[in-house]
């Protein structure tokens, strides 16, 4: 069944499995060739917006940060139209100056993963996009101050470091994280960002710290203390969408996201599998460069 595209949408994370306002619900379950997303995505209206929403561990939050299947959850949004992503996931901290419940819109990545599969493309079909910079500046921006004007304590910039999981971090690799520079802790925003940047969507995380992972004396990282403030997060989060979203879906995409795959594909036309191309359909579209 076709739809109509949707241009936004909304990837919640932990504590994250239902926008309560999402108006005029409609559940698509998406068939990709990468096999199922993470749940049916959930497409409504809120504060007049056209969105999708897709709650990354389930609904029922089944799956294990390694268990995510990438690849179908943005095949998926992009299939529908998608064109930028606001997604949402909950974080340590590793700085005293992002206090739990503060959010973070980081602006660069350090990958620690090894289990995930972080392309769209191979079996014939070659493609290497820039990711200097991980993440949709224009969006984090417009996001920032959305949860500024909300007064929801708010930190730009700064480098998230993905971890696999699903066990919280040693004190050891916390201290080194630390003296890395690194800003936040998390497992999820890759390979989503890297997905994205192939699928040329916007891509900007709002990190919502739970923890001060476990470098902090006395204030090791739990899953009590995770869960005792998932909820307050999960409150702000589905203001911040509210307040966002009108100024977000209206705003022109003049950033690099909408042409990250011009000159990226290495690949010929003539020399693509017919096989592969059906499969990167939404992915690659006309591109032939």
């Known amino acids: 069944m076709k739809h109509m595209p949707v241009r936004i949408a909304v990837i919640g994370g932990s504590g994250l499995y239902r926008m309560k306002n999402l108006r005029n619900l409609t559940e ?19 504060s007049g917006v056209r969105c999708a929403f897709l709650p990354r561990h389930g609904r029922a939050h089944s ?56 392309t769209f493309f191979g079996e014939g079909v070659v493609a290497h996009v820039a990711f200097s910079h991980p993440f949709c500046a224009d969006l984090s921006g417009r996001l920032l101050r959305a ?22 971090s040693t004190k050891a690799e916390s201290l080194l994280h630390r003296r890395l520079g690194y800003s936040i802790i998390g497992m999820t925003a890759v390979p989503e960002a890297k997905l994205a940047r192939e699928a040329e969507i916007c891509y900007a995380p709002v990190a919502m710290v ?36 009108p100024e977000a879906a209206a705003a022109p995409r003049s950033c690099p996201c909408a ?11 003539e020399a693509m599998p017919e096989a592969t191309l059906r499969k990167l359909s939404p992915i690659i579209g006309g591109r032939r460069n």
């Open 210 to 245: 739970t923890d001060y992972d476990c470098w902090k004396e006395g204030e090791e990282v739990s899953t009590e203390k995770v869960l005792s403030v998932l909820g307050a997060n999960a409150e702000n989060a589905q203001a911040l969408i509210a307040a966002a979203l």
């Open 28 to 46: 698509v379950r998406v068939k990709t060739p990468f096999g199922d997303p993470s749940d049916a995505v959930f497409i409504g209206s809120l």
């Open 63 to 118: 799956l294990l940060p390694s268990e995510l299947n990438g690849r179908a959850n943005i095949w998926a949004l992009k299939s529908l139209g998608v064109e930028r992503i606001l997604a949402f996931g909950a974080v340590g901290s590793l700085k005293a100056s992002l206090a739990p419940r503060h959010f973070v819109f980081p602006d660069q990545l350090v990958d620690k993963t090894h289990e995930r599969a972080c």
């Open 259 to 269: 042409s990250a795959l011009r000159n990226a594909v290495m690949t010929p036309r």
């Open 147 to 168: 949860a500024r004007r909300l007064k929801i304590p708010s930190h730009r910039g700064g480098t998230y470091a993905c971890m696999e999981g699903p066990a919280f």
